[in-house]
């Protein structure tokens, strides 16, 4: 069957070849090597491997955090020295060889104690390139790191019983964690940058499964440019005359030799996708088969939008089981994520109440009726509300609406129009900085809301069935990862599956970064309307 079907380029797709010389064109990421011999599944010495990794962008980058961090570390130490008196106490009337008093603490602070603090990062894995440009290991790693410098420096100082400045060593401590964070983050948005721009830092993939499980992990990864995966090719295993016919967006190849398409394509990663692994050691021996050829080997197993603190490996007798947890939307987390809420919601009201009096003149002038705009809304555990929001809509806007459904730009359960002639033109401009959605705090204070979950649905626009009802075990939030993600501009189904991604995968540290994110989503007002 192999034989007769041959190569399937569902969509007519060819990859980029030199035409003349029939070769797939160099990218500027990738090197490859002298095809290596066939692997017997022996372990090589990762000191005398003869064919290097294919994707090298992380050499150069982790070179970059390398100074950065080295930079980082010397910068406070210089201002602790400089600010804090009483940072050299530590070291008055002792010496180290030819080193005395000054000497002495210019030589810890600049160079043993920012050495110090490379060597640690590299022990606790910040430099991995596993968790190099994506996710917050990385900086779970730095944070980690600064906690086994302050444990480390205490240490020293209680077995030489040196007079160390408490204050000094909080002082270097918290400046250089903060300076590693920051540099990490520059670096990381230039990096992404790169990855959306040119494909310069990014990993070229071949996808190899059926062609059902191949572009469900196409449309995964596709979704984040800044994640650096584009895949290039899907190599099917199963199912080739179903794939005749079929529009695919890269390539589609069988009955072919994967890694002689790899190097083919100029790819430097291989994914098997789901069950693509059919036959019983199938995947081990494509390992063996890799090995030494520097080309990278992912799995993706048929289990999407899972995040990763509930997936767990537990090898048992040399199987690996994938453990899944479930999701954490109780205990003590739950507990500071509501008091959070209920906190922050009060002194917010407390300290905008100012700006909460000029938007409510401001609509009272732009058009006579009630400030607010008070809508029933599904939520937590199918519980109606009543959501608050400054009302930027004429006061028969309910009414004109049955005029305008035709006109829906929404695919959803909302109504979304983006020149709704509805809004009056002050409203308009509290949609695009999204200022409207400030009274929500006071359905935050009430515990209806919380400040991050999926965003509330009306009351009337239907049942929440099947997977929608899920949204419904959390409460609503002001800002969510739909917000962050494109707000109105997303489908009806993409924005329901990241509302059931953050429930799936919810976490404090996952609220902070949606605030985060939300600020500069606002600022841009992109996709607000």
């Given at each position: 069957m192999r034989e007769d079907v041959g190569e399937v380029t569902a969509s007519l797709h060819r990859p980029v070849t030199d035409s003349s010389r029939s070769k797939p064109v160099p990218y500027d990421s990738f090197e490859w090597q002298q095809t290596p011999p066939p692997s017997n599944g022996v372990p090589r010495s990762a000191w005398n491997r003869q064919h290097k990794r294919v994707s090298r962008w992380h050499r150069p980058y982790t070179l970059v955090l390398l100074f950065l961090d080295l930079l980082s570390g010397i910068a406070a130490s210089h201002l602790a020295a400089t600010w804090i008196e009483k940072s050299r106490s530590g070291f008055i009337g002792r010496s180290l060889g030819f080193l005395h008093n000054e000497e002495l603490f210019l030589f810890f602070a600049y160079v043993v104690l920012p050495l110090g603090w490379l060597v640690l990062l590299w022990a606790n894995g910040a430099y991995d390139r596993r968790y190099l440009g994506l996710g917050s290991e990385e900086f779970k790693r730095i944070v980690r790191t600064s906690v086994t410098v302050v444990a480390c420096v205490s240490l020293l100082a209680f077995a030489t019983k040196a007079p160390l400045s408490r204050g000094t060593v909080a002082a270097v401590s918290l400046m250089a964690l903060l300076f590693l964070l920051s540099g990490r983050v520059i670096a990381r948005q230039v990096l992404h940058f790169a990855r959306r721009k040119t494909g310069h830092g990014a990993h070229r993939m071949v996808l190899v499964g059926t062609l059902p499980e191949a572009l469900e992990v196409y449309t995964a990864v596709t979704r984040s440019p800044a994640a650096g995966l584009i895949p290039v090719a899907?190599?099917?295993?199963?199912?080739?005359?179903?794939?005749?016919?079929?529009?695919?967006p890269v390539p589609v190849y069988a009955a072919r030799?994967?890694?002689?398409?790899?190097?083919?394509?100029?790819?430097?990663?291989?994914?098997?996708?789901?069950?693509?692994?059919?036959?019983?050691?199938e995947l081990r021996r494509l390992a063996w088969q890799l090995e030494g050829t520097g080309v990278d080997l992912v799995v993706a197993p048929q289990l999407t939008d899972i995040a990763g603190p509930r997936v767990h490996i537990?090898?048992?007798?040399?199987?690996?089981?994938?453990?899944?947890?479930?999701p954490t939307l109780s205990g003590p987390g739950w507990l500071v994520k509501n008091l959070i809420d209920r906190v922050a919601a009060g002194l917010g009201l407390l300290l905008i109440s100012p700006i909460l009096l000029a938007i409510a003149l401001?609509?009272?002038l732009s058009d006579p009726g009630p400030v607010f705009f008070r809508q029933p809304r599904v939520g937590h555990e199918g519980r109606t509300f009543r959501v608050w929001k400054f009302r930027t809509m004429y006061v028969d806007a309910e009414e004109r609406k049955r005029t305008l459904e035709e006109l829906n730009e929404s695919d959803g359960m909302l109504f979304k129009m983006k020149n709704d002639p509805r809004i009056f033109s002050f409203g308009a401009k509290l949609r695009a900085t999204s200022l409207d959605e400030l009274?929500?705090?006071?359905?935050?204070l009430?515990?209806?809301?919380?400040?991050v979950g999926p965003r509330p649905l009306p009351a009337d626009d239907g049942d929440y069935l099947g997977d929608v009802r899920r949204r419904l075990l959390v409460r609503p939030g002001i800002t969510g990862l739909w917000q962050v993600s494109g707000r109105s501009d997303l489908s009806w189904d993409e924005a329901v599956r990241l509302d059931l991604y953050y429930v799936d995968n919810w976490s404090l540290t996952y609220d902070l970064g949606i605030l985060w994110r939300t600020i500069w989503v606002v600022l841009k007002r992109k996709g607000a309307y």
């Amino acid at each position: 069957m192999r034989e007769d079907v041959g190569e399937v380029t569902a969509s007519l797709h060819r990859p980029v070849t030199d035409s003349s010389r029939s070769k797939p064109v160099p990218y500027d990421s990738f090197e490859w090597q002298q095809t290596p011999p066939p692997s017997n599944g022996v372990p090589r010495s990762a000191w005398n491997r003869q064919h290097k990794r294919v994707s090298r962008w992380h050499r150069p980058y982790t070179l970059v955090l390398l100074f950065l961090d080295l930079l980082s570390g010397i910068a406070a130490s210089h201002l602790a020295a400089t600010w804090i008196e009483k940072s050299r106490s530590g070291f008055i009337g002792r010496s180290l060889g030819f080193l005395h008093n000054e000497e002495l603490f210019l030589f810890f602070a600049y160079v043993v104690l920012p050495l110090g603090w490379l060597v640690l990062l590299w022990a606790n894995g910040a430099y991995d390139r596993r968790y190099l440009g994506l996710g917050s290991e990385e900086f779970k790693r730095i944070v980690r790191t600064s906690v086994t410098v302050v444990a480390c420096v205490s240490l020293l100082a209680f077995a030489t019983k040196a007079p160390l400045s408490r204050g000094t060593v909080a002082a270097v401590s918290l400046m250089a964690l903060l300076f590693l964070l920051s540099g990490r983050v520059i670096a990381r948005q230039v990096l992404h940058f790169a990855r959306r721009k040119t494909g310069h830092g990014a990993h070229r993939m071949v996808l190899v499964g059926t062609l059902p499980e191949a572009l469900e992990v196409y449309t995964a990864v596709t979704r984040s440019p800044a994640a650096g995966l584009i895949p290039v090719a899907i190599h099917l295993t199963d199912g080739y005359a179903a794939a005749r016919g079929i529009e695919t967006p890269v390539p589609v190849y069988a009955a072919r030799d994967v890694l002689a398409l790899v190097r083919e394509v100029g790819a430097d990663t291989i994914a098997v996708c789901g069950s693509a692994s059919a036959e019983p050691g199938e995947l081990r021996r494509l390992a063996w088969q890799l090995e030494g050829t520097g080309v990278d080997l992912v799995v993706a197993p048929q289990l999407t939008d899972i995040a990763g603190p509930r997936v767990h490996i537990r090898p048992i007798e040399g199987l690996p089981l994938l453990h899944v947890e479930e999701p954490t939307l109780s205990g003590p987390g739950w507990l500071v994520k509501n008091l959070i809420d209920r906190v922050a919601a009060g002194l917010g009201l407390l300290l905008i109440s100012p700006i909460l009096l000029a938007i409510a003149l401001g609509i009272r002038l732009s058009d006579p009726g009630p400030v607010f705009f008070r809508q029933p809304r599904v939520g937590h555990e199918g519980r109606t509300f009543r959501v608050w929001k400054f009302r930027t809509m004429y006061v028969d806007a309910e009414e004109r609406k049955r005029t305008l459904e035709e006109l829906n730009e929404s695919d959803g359960m909302l109504f979304k129009m983006k020149n709704d002639p509805r809004i009056f033109s002050f409203g308009a401009k509290l949609r695009a900085t999204s200022l409207d959605e400030l009274p929500q705090l006071i359905n935050v204070l009430k515990g209806e809301m919380s400040l991050v979950g999926p965003r509330p649905l009306p009351a009337d626009d239907g049942d929440y069935l099947g997977d929608v009802r899920r949204r419904l075990l959390v409460r609503p939030g002001i800002t969510g990862l739909w917000q962050v993600s494109g707000r109105s501009d997303l489908s009806w189904d993409e924005a329901v599956r990241l509302d059931l991604y953050y429930v799936d995968n919810w976490s404090l540290t996952y609220d902070l970064g949606i605030l985060w994110r939300t600020i500069w989503v606002v600022l841009k007002r992109k996709g607000a309307y």
